[in-house]
């Protein structure tokens, strides 16, 4: 018997209460369907993956369409998956409630709420409105009682800040107190950075993004780290072996590449049987 939603829930307040855990994000029901079999016990969406397959830039997406892609990443599979929102489409706490429950109807275990706007000129909300969509989204999935986890991030890094660390702090520490249940800082680097944040915002687990070489997990669990998570990562690997495949072809007009890829039987046949299995 499948899981149900709230089972799933459930399961994803569990993980977060002790140990580290992976938490790597598919691009589409093919890919999640693959990672759950590979044995990870919860997954996340991720929002510039999924644009890339509709020939969009990260946050190309909308609301809608996101909405749509979240009910076929829980649709296709059976463990938590915690959803990539953004900024929750909407720059008003009022529409971040209202925001955050339509993620909820989609049926995931979990959201995660940005403080970037994606203007240039002004990257992230300030400091007061940023605490207040927290607690607007804490309230709402409150009043739900879904048992959706919130995951607040602070994009200090990635919008190139003066002092990213300092201010990823002192925004997490004041989402921690809003309610958020994980705290995410995109673009922590060194060991000194991770355990200054898991720190700051203890006993509340910490999402750490790995896009790259670095820390192993059993490294950043010594360090506190409760959840990992791969981002568009895993998406660009993919991209990385189709592009460097389609510019051999065209470029030198040889297919060897080719012999690389997984092979026809091996790729349709874990499809062919989970549908088997599915009914």
Not at 58 to 63: E, K, S
Not at 147 to 167: I, K, M, S
Not at 228 to 256: C, M, N, P, Y
């Amino acid at each position: 018997m499948a899981a149900s939603i709230a089972d799933r829930r459930a399961a994803f307040h569990r993980l977060h209460d002790s140990g580290c855990f992976v938490i790597p994000n598919p691009w589409d029901a093919g890919s999640a369907v693959w990672l759950q079999q590979a044995g990870f016990k919860a997954l996340a969406t991720t929002s510039s993956g999924y644009a890339w397959t509709l020939a969009l830039a990260d946050n190309g997406v909308g609301l809608e369409g996101m909405l749509a892609h979240l009910k076929a990443i829980v649709a296709a599979t059976e463990i938590p998956v915690n959803a990539d929102f953004e900024n929750a489409y909407a720059d008003e706490p009022a529409g971040v409630a209202a925001n955050v429950l339509r993620a909820a109807e989609a049926g995931v275990a979990g959201l995660s709420v940005e403080d970037s706007t994606g203007r240039s000129d002004k990257p992230l909300y300030d400091f007061d409105q940023a605490v207040a969509r927290v607690t607007a989204a804490r309230q709402a999935l409150d009043r739900s009682k879904s048992g959706v986890v919130l995951t607040a991030r602070a994009e200090c890094f990635l919008v190139g800040h003066a002092d990213p660390l300092a201010e990823s702090i002192r925004r997490l520490k004041a989402y921690a107190a809003a309610g958020a249940d994980c705290l995410y800082a995109p673009g922590l680097r060194t060991p000194e950075q991770i355990k200054a944040v898991v720190a700051a915002v203890a006993p509340k687990p910490v999402n750490v993004l790995m896009g790259g070489p670095g820390p192993t997990v059993a490294e950043l669990a010594a360090l506190g780290v409760r959840r990992v998570s791969t981002g568009g990562a895993l998406a660009r690997a993919a991209w990385h072996g189709f592009i460097q495949t389609a510019k051999e072809i065209a470029e030198a007009g040889s297919f060897d590449s080719l012999g690389k890829a997984i092979s026809f039987g091996e790729l349709d046949g874990f499809f062919r049987k989970r549908r088997a299995k599915r009914g």
